[in-house]
């Protein structure tokens, strides 16, 4: 059968979306942006007199990710010996499955991508993934790159220490997740993520992003409707209250951890009334 129209255009493939919708790959924009426009931070390691010498060497692809599973694998390839995809907004999360459990590392505007390490003598077979939580745009830090700023090996230094920081968070979640009491990893979670993407509020602060309860759940160790109880205690003691995308921390961090290590009785799920509460057997 012929794929000419009737009005003897040929239609074209479609190319985005790619016909498995469960992983995309990011789209990439035919224009390439200036990377010291788009992150101040590594604008600031060059000294002004320099800087526009700089900005004109400091080009690279911009690619953008729509919320879901995301496929970063083809575009880890163009990087080759680069440094990596470096975020340049929204939120994106890495899943790491090891048998039936997932563990979860945020990443956010500036952070450093790069795949995984093979390790040849890991017996324990892995497998992660990408999710974007939030849209992203993401700068292709190829080898190129690398070749054109050669000059200004402060950016090199900075990109490392984008590296050395998500260890130090990576790090801290391990420390967090060695609490035994679950209220304490989340309340220590939401406020080890809210010193970078919170809000200061005059009751607290306020966390806007999207962390269900799985979602939490993996970045703390624990199962979903253990995180769910658990939220309902933290709200019911005031400490903790909102839903996904508007979590909100009422008080100080040191009375959140003083009421739930010091003063655990006073820590106990709301009432049950209604229909809710459980039936008690009645003696005659």
């Known amino acids: 059968m012929s794929s ?77 010996d680069g440094p990596g995809l470096l975020l340049l907004d929204g939120v994106m999360a890495l899943e790491t499955r090891v048998a039936d459990r997932v563990v979860t590392e945020l990443v956010g505007a500036g952070d450093l991508l790069q795949p995984p390490a093979p390790c040849a003598d890991d017996l324990v077979q892995r497998c992660t993934t990408w999710r974007v939580l939030d849209p992203a745009r993401l700068a292709l830090l190829d080898s190129d790159f690398s070749e054109r700023v050669r000059s200004w090996p402060q950016l090199s230094r900075a990109l490392c220490r984008r590296t050395e920081r998500r260890m130090c968070d990576l790090a801290a979640l391990r420390a967090i997740c060695g609490q035994p009491k679950l209220e304490v990893r989340l309340v220590l979670l939401l406020w080890h993520l809210a010193g970078r993407w919170g809000r200061v509020e005059p009751s607290g602060l306020r966390l806007c992003l999207p962390l269900t309860h799985r979602l939490l759940g993996q970045l703390v160790a624990a199962e979903r409707p253990s995180i769910s109880h658990a939220l309902a205690r933290l709200s019911h003691a005031c400490i903790v209250t909102g839903s996904a995308g508007d979590w909100h921390l009422h008080g100080s961090l040191e009375d959140h951890l003083e009421n739930l290590i010091e003063r655990t009785p006073r820590l106990s799920a709301p009432e049950q009334t209604g229909e809710d509460a459980p039936r008690r057997s009645v003696r005659a």
Do not use: K, N
């Not at 990439?28 to 700089?54: H, K, N, T, W």
């Open 4 to 80: 000419d129209r009737a009005d003897g255009l040929t239609p074209q493939p479609r190319i985005w979306p790619p016909p498995q919708p469960s992983a995309r790959r990011p789209g990439s924009p035919p224009l390439f942006g200036y990377l010291l426009d788009l992150d101040d931070d590594l604008a600031q390691e060059i000294e002004v007199r320099m800087r526009f010498s700089a900005r004109q060497h400091a080009t690279a692809r911009i690619l953008c990710a729509d919320s879901g599973a995301c496929e970063l694998g083809s575009w880890f390839e163009t990087v080759g």
